[in-house]
């Protein structure tokens, strides 16, 4: 399990944090229950399983929904 | 292409706008129809395009946004050939969105200041013995940097070469420059203001003393209430019901006009946003001035404390007690003073720091079987003698003979505010210390300040005798005043004001009184921004400033009565404009539209004030 912290563009509305909260938890090899989407800091943090999942595939899922990522840091667990 | 058009949304907000205003100039200046009609189609175009790919996305991970509102509405507008509606509603959905980050940013400022004092990079020594600027994630814990003058602490660590002055405002809020030297400990994100160090890394990241603040300032930030909680869930029914709403009324009346207002007007956001606002803007504001709030329940309950309790000793005292007062009641004073000293030697309690300064170097002597009698003192053996030092009731206990005499120097030593050390040697009363512990400077000021701020009951806890609380309260003019406490008491006699119906804020060293901190419905430790009082503690004022007080309790008060007011707008706005859609004439997208991306802004702005907040009293 990887760590990743995303750095978004401010998020406007908190339904934005619940779209992009579902769409990163629909992907296979995230846990779950690791999902958090910061409103206030625009901020995504959540674990996933390296082995089957990568950064970029996360961060496609989020630009595709339209939100901008301006960084990501992954770190060991 | 979807992500071509969605970086693109500046320009279209321009163009769309520029259309429109082409569209009613033509109308209304050159009576040309075609022109009209054709700017405002294209204006709809333009502008829907970034809302319906957003609507489309949302829809596709199952949630229905407000974009899937605006979009099915704009769509309804297109087909029963209201432009000028599709126009200008898709218009201001995208400038209110505009301005909205925009002071968003705003409200985040506070806490965007603070991440941008974090180190990026440090001096790290490697194998070779040379310093090579490196990213701070690369730092590993044992690890050697250089620090020069100007530069930040990438990490937290010890001083292992060199000397110089630190400043130390990012973690303490104290901005006069502190001396390091070899072994002293350095704090990430503080700034060497001159000199040169290297140090050793200890904590790295987000373990730092820095990182922590920074994280817990932004999960306070992201807390949810109770009644947040309760607003996210109803909005994600929300506005699916709005849709279902609309299409009932739709069928129902056949005005299709009618269905799509509604669709505009049920929008939610200004109540979505309004109490995350001002709960990021009051938490940051208190960030910046040294106070972390922990989250909104804590702001909550902050604001309608009426009683604050204060633990006497390193909370309203400066914690460094000095022996002020001595008696004798023996002739052999150097033996009782080196027995005194050898075993107060071995204690970390206050009033035995005291007494071992004061009584300097003695005799080493060999202390036995020590003995600590919680809220009485201790007891140790020295040479076969028994050795009771504590206070009157632990004489008591000991069954130790006061004689007239030394009732009248304990009631006048009590009278001048000392604490009280006795000392027995094998069963009498050998000698008699009064230790003063000076109160803080401009501790009055702040309590008075609380007072108002309507904070009803000012009380003071204490472990010491009666007297000397009963002196430190009618200095400071503290409401009520108990002494002889132990931590036990103390806790119980919070949970009985809490039985009575108070909301209570403890205030303690966040050490011995972890109880009472837990317990109370506010706990504000007073640690120098240690790690036990920046996490047990709900509300953490650092550098131990017991001056930021007043701040801290009027921000949660001011930041509390703008989530009500937000909250209050946002309710108050959607019942005008559900009223006016049936009962009045004038009422149509547009209009609801723009009333809508107003009240948004309305509940950001008003947010914004808590930005600048200072406290008046």
């Known amino acids: ?77 | 292409m979807q992500r071509w058009i969605l970086s693109k949304k500046n320009p279209i907000v321009l163009a769309s706008g520029l259309l429109i205003a082409l569209g009613f100039m033509s109308e209304w200046f050159f009576h040309n129809e075609t022109l009209a009609i054709g700017s405002l189609i294209l204006a709809s175009m333009l502008g829907i395009a970034p809302i319906a790919i957003q609507a489309y996305q949302a829809l596709r991970v199952k949630v229905v946004s407000i974009e899937v509102l605006v979009t099915i509405a704009v769509s309804g507008a297109f087909f029963i050939r209201n432009f000028e509606e599709s126009a200008i509603v898709t218009f201001l959905f995208l400038f209110g969105a505009f301005l909205e980050q925009r002071t968003l940013n705003q409200t985040r400022s506070a806490i965007k200041e603070l991440t941008e004092m974090a180190p990026e990079s440090a001096l790290k020594k490697m194998d070779d013995g040379e310093f090579v600027e490196v990213d701070v994630d690369e730092v590993d814990v044992g690890d050697i940097l250089l620090v020069k003058t100007g530069a930040k602490v990438p990490v937290d660590g010890f001083v292992v070469t060199g000397e110089g002055y630190i400043n130390e405002a990012s973690i303490t809020g104290e901005a006069v420059p502190v001396h390091k030297k070899i072994e002293s400990g350095v704090y990430a994100g503080t700034i060497l203001e001159n000199g040169t160090l290297q140090i050793v890394a200890d904590r790295v990241g987000e373990d730092t003393t820095f990182g922590r603040i920074i994280e817990l300032v932004e999960e306070a930030q992201d807390s949810k209430s109770e009644a947040e909680r309760f607003i996210d869930k109803f909005s994600k029914y929300y506005t699916p019901a709005v849709l279902i709403l609309s299409i009932l009324v739709g069928i129902l009346t056949k005005d299709i006009e009618l269905a799509i207002t509604i669709l505009v007007l049920g929008c939610p956001g200004a109540l979505v946003i309004g109490v995350p606002v001002s709960n990021v803007a009051g938490i940051g504001n208190g960030a910046k001035h040294g106070i972390l709030l922990k989250g909104s329940e804590v702001i909550g309950d902050f604001s309608r404390v009426d009683t604050m309790v204060f633990d006497k000793t390193g909370t309203l005292t400066q914690g460094n007690p000095k022996v002020a007062d001595v008696v004798f009641f023996t002739e052999d004073v150097a033996s009782v003073k080196s027995m005194v000293a050898n075993i107060e030697s071995e204690s970390d309690h206050p009033l035995a720091k005291a007494l071992v300064e004061h009584l300097g170097v003695t005799e080493k002597l060999v202390v036995e079987r020590t003995e600590v009698v919680k809220g009485g003192g201790i007891i140790a053996s020295i040479d076969g003698k028994r050795i009771a030092i504590g206070n009157v009731s632990l004489m008591n206990q000991e069954q130790i003979f006061l004689s007239e005499n030394a009732l009248k120097d304990i009631h006048n030593f009590e009278q001048n505010g000392n604490s009280l050390v006795l000392v027995s040697v094998d069963g009498t009363l050998k000698a008699l210390f009064g230790i003063r512990d000076p109160i803080r400077p401009g501790v009055k000021e702040v309590l008075q300040k609380l007072k108002r701020l309507k904070v009803k009951n000012l009380i003071v806890l204490s472990g010491d005798n009666q007297g000397t609380v009963n002196r430190v309260a009618k200095e400071l003019g503290l409401t009520e005043a108990h002494g002889h406490m132990l931590p036990g008491d103390k806790s119980s006699f919070i949970a009985d004001f809490i039985a009575k119906g108070h909301i209570v804020a403890f205030v303690g060293d966040g050490v011995n009184d972890s109880p009472s901190l837990a317990l109370a419905h506010i706990g504000i430790a007073m640690g120098s921004g240690t790690d036990v009082a920046i996490e047990t503690s709900d509300v953490v004022l650092m550098n131990s400033d017991f001056g930021r007080l007043p701040h801290a309790l009027g921000l949660a008060k001011a930041t509390a009565s703008n989530m009500l007011q937000n909250i209050v707008i946002a309710v108050g706005v959607v019942l005008v404009l559900l009223a006016s859609v049936f009962f009045s004439e004038w009422m149509n997208m547009s209009i609801g539209m723009l009333v809508h991306e107003a009240s948004i802004l309305a509940v950001i702005v008003n947010g914004m004030r808590l930005i600048r907040y200072r406290v008046r009293v």
């Open chain 1, 1 to 77: 399990m990887q760590k990743a912290t995303i750095q978004l563009e401010t998020l406007v509305c908190p339904s934005c944090s619940m779209k992009i909260e579902s769409a990163v938890k629909s992907l296979p090899g995230v846990n779950k229950d690791s999902v958090k989407v910061s409103f206030s800091t625009s901020k995504v943090k959540l674990d996933f399983d390296s082995t089957s999942l990568t950064i970029e595939t996360i961060e496609k899922a989020i630009t595709a929904l339209g939100y901008v990522v301006i960084k990501s840091q992954v770190k060991p667990q």
